[in-house]
């Protein structure tokens, strides 16, 4: 099995920042694509950045130029460093990540349990 564990969630005022991690754990033989979602009360889970084994990067359009996401492949982990953080970027944050498991190598898609980032208006 495969365990996502994510930290560094909370509560910031406009402007601030905050920075995500997600680490995982496990039968990993290996890790495709990482990445950051996030819902909103009444709001469905939506996209906020991915970044591929190879380092490229995709985001949201309401987050780019103010989160970058990146990675350590030798640690399993990845980041998400959140800046001029608004109101609407209150949501709980889910990691996800594609892992290769086990002889077969299966790969399987993970989420974490979520964070918690409350930016008050």
């Known amino acids: 099995q495969v365990q996502l564990v994510e930290s560094g969630g909370g509560l910031v005022q406009a402007g601030g920042s905050l920075r995500l991690s997600c680490a995982a754990s496990?039968?990993?033989?290996?890790?495709?694509?990482m990445g950051w979602y996030r819902q909103a009360p009444g709001n469905q889970r939506e996209l906020v950045a991915r970044?591929?084994?190879?380092?490229?990067?995709n985001y949201a359009d309401s987050v780019k130029g103010r989160f970058t996401i990146s990675r350590d492949n030798a640690k399993n982990t990845v980041y998400l460093q959140m800046n001029s953080l608004k109101s609407e970027d209150t949501a709980v944050y889910y990691c996800?990540?594609?892992?290769?498991?086990?002889?077969?190598?299966?790969?399987?898609?993970?989420w974490g349990q979520g964070t918690q980032v409350t930016v008050p208006s």
């Open positions: 496990g039968s990993i033989f290996s890790i495709g694509a």
């Open positions: 996800n990540a594609d892992v290769s498991i086990g002889l077969l190598k299966v790969w399987r898609e993970y």
């Open positions: 970044i591929n084994s190879g380092g490229s990067t």
